[in-house]
């Protein structure tokens, strides 16, 4: 037995030096995973966080218009109309954005002012109508969808091969991210809606109507769920029950970030994906409720979330 561990060991010096070099190699390609992840739940929860910060409204059907766009998408597919990837990435968020200006015109204007609530109990009736809406529609079992031919295969990266695919969805969240930023921080129509989230009274003395303002908001929300479904359905597949996967994932994101904090959502969403990517790779038992110890974790040590603010009107 001495002798046996002797000679085994001998070598190991080499061995195991290569064993820790492939597992500093994985351990990137993990990370890098958890970053792909993380920008498509910055993507999906912006759109939460954007409405609450600038709308003051909890909305629960957010899942249910991010698995609209997945839904849209296989329609306007090869599988369906036969438009590009490309073009179903800009009509997809467009159909959606449209359907979540119907809801807010229609349904969510006459809660403004109101108990918070009220509104959260409104867009929760409406996820449960819009999940059994799809079943009816595209029925109750998944239906299969691919990478794009252009996007898939993969290309050196660590010393591995990597998806194309998954870095062009870190290449559409960047984008979407300095999009959504330089909206909101540079344009007179941005900086409107930001005004009137925090102070309408002044807003309407000027002669602007913060509905108008408020309902475009509801549009980007909705335009940005969508996308995250359209970017999605490739890797996750398109079932009835996606959004209401997602929305818990978008709530963790948007709590750990602080509700409505731009720059707190980004980041707490590439956190998330990370630790949860970590967690399915070295402790798999522990995946999903990872997201949720960290939410315990960062609301024990900052309450209000990462980069929180205080938000007079409701409390």
Known sequence: ?????????????????????????NLVVYIVDGLVSGALYVVISL?????????????????????LGAYLAVELS????????????????MCVAIIAVVVEVVLLRRFYGKDPILGLLLTFGLALIGEDAIRMLWGPTGIPTGIPSFLSGSVPFFGVRYSIYRLFIVLVAVLVVGAVWLFFNRTPAGLIIRAGSRDGEMVRFLGISLQATFTLVFAIGGALAA????????????????????????????VIGGMGSFWGTVWSGLLVGIVVTLTSAYAPQFSQASMFALMVAVLLVKPRGLLGQKWEAFE
């Open 1 to 25: 037995m001495t002798s046996q561990r002797t000679v085994t060991s001998a070598p190991c010096s080499n061995s195991c030096a290569v064993w820790e070099e492939a597992d500093v190699i």
């Open 47 to 67: 759109g939460l966080s954007i409405i609450f910060g600038m709308v003051g409204i909890v909305n629960f059907a957010h899942g249910i218009l991010y698995a």
């Open 78 to 93: 090869s599988v369906g109309l036969g438009l590009p990837f490309w073009l179903t990435l800009l009509v997809a968020p």
């Open 227 to 254: 996308l995250g479904g359209v970017l999605a359905a490739p890797l996750a597949g398109v079932q009835p029950g996606m959004g209401t996967d997602v929305l818990v994932i978008a709530f963790v994101v948007v």
